[in-house]
């Protein structure tokens, strides 16, 4: 089984820097793939966080499946983490600062108490890579202030953005961490884009996106790439093969894959979400 590994040293960088300035912000704003939304979760960045309040904030919930957002959403804030789902380019600043407020809300009052008032609220976001970061800070800002590129690594290096009266955001570059332990998150991260192409093997990526959608879309695929019944009914690579010559790639799989990859991203296939909420109780690693 393919091993996806990615860990470069701007990487290990941008580390020790959220290390150094976790102390200086109010808040910090855990931002995750909405259609992936524990698998993109840096376990590495919730040991970081302490007992720093934060938000997961659930960003593409337009390429995200509607209905496992909410239970997403709802499975979150059951275990006492808050979150919020957003459309990185349409979510105005109001619903995310009045999130933010309502988390800092005893700490707000106890700064009235002494006298300290219109402080402007301090916040981190962090994230693995392409989670839209930037997308979203440039949206909250109002400027183009934060490099943005729909591929991982863009944003090497940390900056203070001011966001309406009361909030100053600290973007961070995205980070993954070194080793992922289940192969399966490799291959989500994958095909959502948060690991670079070149990184890994298209086909067992596309392999397991077929699966996904064969159990939770089959009338999409079917309708995307006009499949029969027989076909839907066989093996997944067997359906790789069709798929490749209905776009006329013959028997270019690695071409073929590149562009199932490509439509999966851009939700040709439907909106969808990876993740399931886990049944054994399990709860999330900042609580």
Not at 62 to 83: F, R
């Amino acid at each position: 089984m393919t091993v996806i590994q990615w860990f470069p040293g701007h990487m290990a960088k941008a580390l020790r820097q959220v290390k150094e300035n976790i102390k200086k912000v109010d808040i910090v704003l855990e931002l995750v793939d909405a259609r992936l939304p524990e698998s993109s979760r840096n376990p590495q960045l919730s040991e970081i966080l302490q007992n720093k309040p934060s938000i997961i904030i659930l960003t593409k919930k337009d390429l995200a499946n509607e209905a496992k957002t909410k239970e997403w959403i709802n499975y979150y804030e059951e275990n006492g983490v808050p979150a919020l789902a957003v459309n990185s380019l349409k979510d105005s600043l109001k619903s995310i600062e009045r999130k933010i407020l309502q988390v800092l809300s005893e700490k707000i009052a106890t700064q009235k108490e002494r006298g300290i008032v219109h402080k402007r609220i301090r916040v981190m976001c962090i994230g693995i890579p392409n989670v839209g970061k930037s997308t979203l800070l440039n949206h909250l800002v109002k400027k183009n202030v934060a490099q943005v590129g729909n591929k991982p690594g863009v944003t090497k290096a940390q900056q203070w953005l001011k966001a309406g009266k009361n909030l100053v955001l600290l973007d961070t570059p995205g980070i993954l961490w070194p080793k992922f332990e289940d192969p399966l998150i490799g291959k989500k991260l994958a095909l959502t884009g948060a690991i670079k192409d070149t990184l890994f093997a298209k086909d067992d990526v596309v392999l397991y996106a077929l699966e996904h959608f064969l159990k939770t879309n089959p009338n999409q695929l079917k309708e995307r790439y006009h499949l029969d019944e027989n076909v839907m009914k066989g093996s997944t690579v067997d359906l790789l093969l069709v798929i490749t010559q209905k776009m006329g790639f013959r028997d270019d799989y690695d071409r073929a894959s590149e562009r199932l990859i490509l439509e999966c991203r851009k939700g040709r296939l439907g909106n969808y979400t990876l993740d399931e909420i886990p049944q054994n109780n399990n709860q999330p690693d900042n609580q």
